[in-house]
């Protein structure tokens, strides 16, 4: 069956921090296709990344930076030096090779307190 | 570029009434995603259009919900007759998948309807 888990609920830290958002998944598949997501206050999600299951290249952006781990199933979202706008809830998903819908994790709410 | 809208942003009905939501994707994405989040838990699939057609509907909770994608462009939800239980935020979706082909884009995401059953 295909999953995503996302252990923290709730994490609050102080501005400047950095943080680690963690992501777990399960699937059968081989190929396969994880993403991050950022619910803001205001309520849209808004896209942060894309990775396929062939490409385990961790990534970096800014202030944001994914560690991709097959060999433990793992798609983590790290924030450098985090600010009060970076809080929101943050949520992981996959799609499956046949499948178009994503499969949400819980999400994880982020506080950044200044 | 428009990005994907939903009217209405809030519902407030009562138990028994019907409501209909409604979703404008991105102009030319053949893919339509319906998700809700019901308080507190994950975000759940609903449905799937391509173009006009149902891809994958394997999410609606009942036969009280029914969704139509009229000419492939906007896509409705109506909830009949609405339950408590059906209160949260519907998310609709859109993209430029190939669906077969095991390429996915993202997925764009509207404002959302967040809908309380009284």
């Not at chain 1, 069956?1 to 923290?8: I, N, R």
């Not at chain 1, 996959?94 to 709410?109: A, C, D, H, M, P």
């Not at chain 2, 407030?12 to 019901?38: A, F, M």
């Amino acid at each position: 069956a295909q999953k995503v888990t996302q252990a923290q609920t709730e994490i609050s830290v102080v501005e400047k921090e950095d943080v680690t958002l963690d992501c777990v998944y399960e699937t059968r598949d081989t190929t396969y296709y994880l993403f991050w997501y950022k619910q803001p206050p205001s309520g849209e999600l808004v896209f942060l990344i894309r990775r396929n299951s062939f490409d385990e290249q961790n990534e970096i952006s800014g202030r944001y930076s994914w560690n991709f781990q097959k060999s433990t199933s793992s798609f983590n979202f790290t924030i450098t030096a985090s600010q009060v706008v970076d809080s929101a809830v943050y949520f992981c998903a996959l799609i499956q090779y046949q499948g178009g819908k994503l499969i949400f994790g819980q999400g994880t709410e982020l506080s950044v307190k200044p | 570029e428009a990005g994907v809208t939903q009217f209405p942003s809030h519902s407030v009905i009562e138990k028994g009434q019907t409501v209909t939501l409604r979703c404008d994707p991105i102009s030319g994405h053949d893919n339509l995603y319906w998700y809700r989040r019901v308080m507190g838990k994950e975000i759940k699939f609903l449905l799937h259009f391509v173009k006009e057609s149902k891809q994958d509907e394997s999410g609606m909770p009942n036969n009280r919900f029914l969704a139509e994608r009229t000419g492939g462009t906007y896509s409705t939800l109506k909830v009949q007759p609405a339950e408590l239980e059906d209160s949260g935020v519907y998310f609709c979706a859109s993209s430029q998948d190939r669906p077969g082909t095991g390429y996915y884009n993202e997925q764009f995401f509207g404002p959302g309807t967040r809908l309380t059953v009284l």
